[in-house]
């Protein structure tokens, strides 16, 4: 059968299909998983005929988005919460890895700017992070205590100020996400750059390894999880931009439900790193190195293995069960 014909004969199925899934009124879980077997097959004929066909993309990704209303369905009476973060995340992160790598691309690019700038210009660090901030970490290096700055204010008052500041930081940048993207990449552009003139301050100075140790303990989740955030932006911003298949507005309606379920998961994260910048980095200099780096390579590796590993491990289950790709 041609390809045309495949998707003429079966094309008032998908769109049936689409709106049992994705509209007000759902079927029970038994029509669902009914009407999911038909699609699978669908999907298993067109990997078998046309192999290279963007039909193939299309059910895959409603296969994958049948699945996760089925599951939930028939979960129902499961722990909801336990699901949210073991089966729908990481599916709507693997979904989405694409942005994830733009995510991080972009914020890697605007970090070597910072560095390359900060280099090349001895004015550009007091301009991005201002003289007072500068002045101060030039103190206190004299001091020989690069990070004290981590030391000022109560434990409590420096983790719920932190803490509320990055979650701003991270529901802005999702939120700039509907200036198509832009406005998260501005975000990205602020901290990538800010990160790079920070860093080669101390570098410059010759205490990198003292910041790195300091600031790192609750840097990594901090910086992964502004860098998920953006990622969410980005999926947000291309459902405007590239609805594919869809009409404009159930594409950002899409794009913004699973934005939001990627920015709530990172929440946990900030507020870990909210609570070690408040209790535990004021401490930095005074722990030995072992303990330092050991905490930094487990936070980092929690996170990335979450976001990074997890997704892959879960999709490969789930094709391995349902033969959704």
Do not use: C
Not at 144 to 153: E, F, L, M, Q
Not at 216 to 225: L, R
Not at 272 to 289: D, H
Request: proline share 2%.
């Amino acid at each position: 059968m041609r390809e045309v014909a495949f998707i003429k004969q079966n094309k008032e199925k998908w769109l049936d299909f689409e709106k049992a899934i994705f509209g007000k009124t759902l079927k029970n879980p038994d029509e669902l998983a009914s009407l999911y077997i038909h699609l699978v097959n669908d999907l298993s004929y067109a990997q078998t005929y046309y192999p290279k066909s963007k039909t193939i993309l299309y059910l895959n990704n409603l296969a994958a988005k049948a699945f996760q209303k089925i599951y939930k369905t028939k979960r129902e009476d499961s722990n909801r919460f336990i699901q949210f973060w073991k089966i729908e995340v990481p599916l709507i992160v693997y979904q989405s890895r694409r942005y994830v790598l733009y995510a991080f691309a972009i914020f890697l690019t605007f970090v070597a700017i910072g560095v390359l700038s900060a280099a090349f210009d001895d004015s550009f660090v007091r301009l991005i992070l201002g003289d007072h901030y500068v002045n101060m970490t030039l103190e206190n290096i004299e001091k020989g205590d690069p990070v004290a700055v981590y030391k000022s204010g109560s434990n409590w008052g420096s983790f719920i100020g932190i803490t509320l500041n990055n979650l701003y930081v991270g529901i802005k940048s999702f939120i700039f996400g509907v200036f198509g993207g832009l406005g998260t990449g501005y975000v990205l552009l602020q901290n990538g750059i800010m990160l790079g003139a920070f860093q080669f301050m101390f570098q410059k100075h010759g205490v990198l390894w003292e910041s790195v140790r300091g600031i790192w303990i609750h840097g990594a989740m901090e910086i992964f999880a502004i860098v998920i955030e953006g990622a969410a932006g980005l999926l947000l911003g291309a459902s405007i931009l590239f609805p594919k298949t869809y009409s404009r507005v159930t594409s950002f309606k899409r794009g913004m439900k699973d934005g939001v379920k990627i920015l709530i998961s990172t929440f946990p994260f900030t507020i870990a790193a909210g609570f070690l910048e408040g209790f535990v980095t004021r401490y930095s200099n005074i722990m030995p190195n072992w303990l330092s780096v050991g905490i930094i390579l487990i936070t980092l590796g929690i996170i990335s293995f979450y976001y990074l590993v997890y997704p892959f491990i879960v999709n490969k289950k789930l094709k391995k069960t349902y033969g959704i790709i």
